[in-house]
């Protein structure tokens, strides 16, 4: 039996009537899926992303605590010394990488009319603060005649989704802390 052209487009339309698929519904759920997957995928990678940011920002809080704490146990520091606080304080960041973190650690000295001086300053991966420079303590940490431990830490960040749209960021911290066995510590080049 032959058919003609015409009868197989009336059949076609037939079987994709638009009255007969809006009444169909079979593969909905497949539709569904294929529609919110993209958001799905986004809001999973995204969190696997902030919670990763997190945990970093309080490793750099932590090495910052850290820095300032084992500074202020001693009364003076040599070069030696000071490499080992820097390792200590690095190490804190496992089981991230230490290699691209900023570390500072500075005494500041505040005189009698609240002028925050720099007495020394250690740093690695970047540059220490010059001494002798002047120095904006928070209100609560700079009092007369005194001398204050600063530790600073930051940590660029960078995504491994979404770095097209963030970019790299830095995370960040500052501590500050007195001496705790004298009224300040004494750092040694020897």
Same mark, same amino acid.
């Given at each position: 039996?032959?058919?003609?052209?015409?009868?197989?487009?009336?059949?076609?339309?037939?079987?994709? +009537?638009? =009255?007969?698929?809006?009444?169909?519904? $079979?593969?909905?759920?497949?539709?569904?899926?294929?529609?919110?997957?993209?958001?799905?995928? #986004?809001?999973?990678? !995204? !969190?696997?992303?902030?919670?990763?940011?997190?945990?970093?920002?309080? =490793?750099?809080?932590?090495? /910052?605590?850290?820095?300032?704490?084992?500074?202020?146990?001693?009364?003076?520091?040599?070069?030696?010394?000071?490499?080992?606080?820097?390792?200590?304080?690095?190490?804190?960041?496992?089981?991230? +990488?230490?290699?691209?973190?900023?570390? #500072?650690?500075?005494?500041?000295?505040?005189?009698?009319? !609240?002028?925050?001086?720099?007495?020394?300053?250690?740093?690695?991966? $970047? +540059?220490?603060?010059?001494?002798?420079?002047?120095?904006?303590?928070?209100?609560?940490?700079?009092?007369?005649?005194?001398?204050?431990?600063?530790?600073?830490?930051?940590?660029?960040? #960078?995504?491994?989704?979404?770095?097209?749209?963030?970019?790299?960021?830095?995370?960040?911290? /500052?501590?500050?802390? =007195?001496?705790?066995?004298?009224?300040?510590?004494?750092? #040694? $080049? +020897?």
């Amino acid at each position: 039996m032959v058919r003609s052209a015409g009868h197989r487009w009336r059949h076609l339309f037939a079987r994709f +009537s638009p =009255k007969r698929l809006a009444h169909d519904r $079979t593969a909905v759920s497949a539709v569904e899926f294929a529609l919110i997957l993209p958001l799905m995928l #986004t809001l999973y990678l !995204g !969190g696997i992303q902030i919670s990763e940011a997190l945990s970093i920002n309080r =490793k750099v809080s932590h090495v /910052t605590s850290t820095l300032a704490d084992l500074v202020t146990q001693s009364k003076s520091l040599t070069n030696s010394e000071m490499s080992n606080v820097f390792d200590a304080s690095s190490s804190v960041m496992a089981p991230y +990488s230490a290699t691209p973190l900023q570390i #500072t650690v500075s005494e500041i000295h505040i005189d009698n009319n !609240g002028n925050a001086t720099v007495v020394w300053s250690d740093a690695r991966n $970047t +540059s220490p603060l010059s001494v002798g420079s002047s120095v904006t303590l928070p209100a609560a940490v700079a009092v007369n005649n005194s001398y204050v431990i600063t530790a600073t830490a930051k940590y660029p960040f #960078t995504p491994a989704i979404g770095y097209v749209l963030t970019g790299s960021f830095d995370l960040h911290s /500052t501590y500050y802390l =007195k001496p705790r066995l004298s009224a300040y510590i004494t750092r #040694t $080049t +020897s």
